[in-house]
């Protein structure tokens, strides 16, 4: 059970907008913590995506863009293309775990 | 080139000892925390602990307390996991990670531990 909840799945047509939850406590994203969030391609390393909730790497296209909101935070993908179908994580920090991080559980983005 | 370049695939029994690393290039490796993280068949990320090579400072989730050790040698700029007895549920990819603001900005490309009898 991760501090983190994520859906375990989403899923949408090329071209269109999909969205993807990651909902904490008041002890994590609701205590002040900024969210990351990272791409897993099939077969390959974690990459990030997003940090300090809303921002971009360098080199990361501004189709996804992330936000929050109390205890919660969101990735959005628009303009969805066959190569974004990957794993997704939104990451975290929690009060109780002296600087160690949490992740969600991940999930799966399929491009119908 | 920032990155971190980790120890090849293992293939171990049931109560053998392991030592995988993590080595750094392209940057300072004793200014940042290496985070390790674990990904079990088909599962998610799981933060495992982050050590900060510059002092050894270690930090452990409470999952992975006692069942690894974590440690660095800044003189050759390279982060270790280890475990004294593995388990058949240790299987899985390992990856090691640089920790920048909180962000793990960049991965290595990841160790795959196969535990079987």
């Known amino acids: 059970q991760s501090v983190l909840t994520q859906p375990p799945s989403v899923s949408g047509a090329p071209g269109q907008r999909v969205t993807i939850s990651c909902t904490g406590s008041?002890?994590?994203?609701?205590?002040?913590?900024?969210v990351r969030w990272y791409q897993q391609l099939p077969g390959t390393a974690p990459k990030l995506l997003i940090f300090?909730?809303?921002n971009r790497p360098s080199g990361v296209t501004d189709r996804f863009s992330g936000s929050k909101s109390g205890t919660s935070a969101s990735l959005a993908i628009t303009g969805l293309q066959a190569e974004d179908e990957a794993d997704y994580y939104c990451q975290s920090y929690d009060t109780s775990l002296n600087d160690v991080g949490v992740f969600g559980g991940g999930t799966k983005l399929t491009v119908l | 080139e920032e990155q971190l370049v980790q120890s090849g695939a293992e293939v171990k029994k049931p109560g053998e000892s392991l030592k995988i690393s993590c080595e750094g290039s392209?940057?300072?490796?004793?200014?940042?925390?290496i985070a390790w993280v674990r990904q079990m068949p088909g599962k998610g990320l799981e933060w495992m602990g982050i050590i900060y090579p510059g002092d050894s400072d270690a930090r452990y989730s409470p999952s992975f307390r006692g069942q690894v050790t974590m440690s660095a040698d800044k003189s050759i700029s390279t982060a270790y996991l280890q475990w004294t007895s593995l388990k058949a549920s240790d299987t899985g990819i390992y990856y090691c990670?640089?920790?920048?603001?909180?962000?793990?900005?960049?991965w290595g490309q990841g160790t795959l531990l196969t535990v079987s009898s």
């Open positions: 990670a640089r920790r920048k603001n909180g962000d793990l900005d960049f």
């Open positions: 008041n002890s994590n994203i609701g205590a002040g913590y900024d």
């Open positions: 300090g909730s809303t």
């Open positions: 392209g940057y300072t490796f004793t200014n940042y925390w």
